[in-house]
């Protein structure tokens, strides 16, 4: 090889790993793109009764199915990854956006989850604190439970929907989820175990 020649491809791979650490860093979305990603993720706050994972349905609906800027295998491994992890269920909003646009995307996706529901706790806590036997605040309380559970179950439904369809993975996948009801309703397992366990089966091919 030339002289020219090496000198050539020595600058094409600094260039390759500079392009790399800038899409790391600033992603591939343009400005407006991480705006309304940032405002996407500002209206599923406001939404988000029961944590931020129950909206995970709407999420994967706007990423995946409209935006197409992850795959539905892509945006279920995001979220598994993130609970997986130590630290708040919240983590997998930032997983997520990182995912669609690096550091950029996540910052958006995170400042965008947070802001209005951290905002709006904060100034709900202070009244409901003053006003705990208020029948309005006993009837939302009531109220919210159902909603809640039924949004979880959505959001369960949506990250297991994926093995259920692929017959290599399907009834591995039923035994699991049967397996994880009872010993939560029937034991005193911690919850980080049976994710452990579950990365592990997953790790082994048996799921």
């Known amino acids: 090889m030339s002289a020219g020649a090496q000198v050539g491809a020595q600058v094409g791979a600094q260039l390759g790993a500079h392009a790399g650490w800038s899409q790391m860093l600033v992603g591939t979305l ?13 209206m599923r706050s406001l939404l988000s009764i029961g944590g ?6 709407d999420m994967h609906r706007y990423l995946v199915e409209e935006r197409h800027w992850l795959t539905d ?13 130590p630290g ?7 997983v997520l ?7 950029l995307g996540a910052m958006a996706a995170m400042a965008g989850i947070l802001l209005p529901s951290t905002t709006l706790v904060v100034a709900a806590t202070r009244w409901a604190r ?9 009837a939302f309380t009531v109220g919210m439970a159902p909603l809640t559970l039924g949004l979880m179950i959505a959001t369960g ?27 939560t ?6 919850i980080v175990w049976l994710v452990l366990a579950g990365g592990v089966l997953g790790a082994l091919g048996v799921v």
């Open 185 to 190: 309703m029937r034991t005193k397992i911690g």
């Open 157 to 183: 439904w949506l990250l297991a929907a994926p093995y259920l369809v692929d017959p290599s993975h399907r009834w591995a996948t039923l035994a699991m989820i049967v397996a994880t009801v009872v010993l």
């Open 130 to 138: 003053n006003n705990r036997e208020h029948l309005g605040v006993r």
């Open 30 to 42: 343009s400005w407006p793109e991480l705006g309304a990603l940032m405002l996407h993720f500002l």
């Open 73 to 85: 295998q892509s945006f279920t491994s995001s979220i598994a990854l993130a609970q997986a992890a």
């Open 52 to 57: 931020a994972i129950t909206t995970a349905p």
């Open 97 to 103: 956006g990182f995912n669609v646009s690096g550091l």
């Open 88 to 94: 708040p269920n919240i983590l997998f909003v930032a």
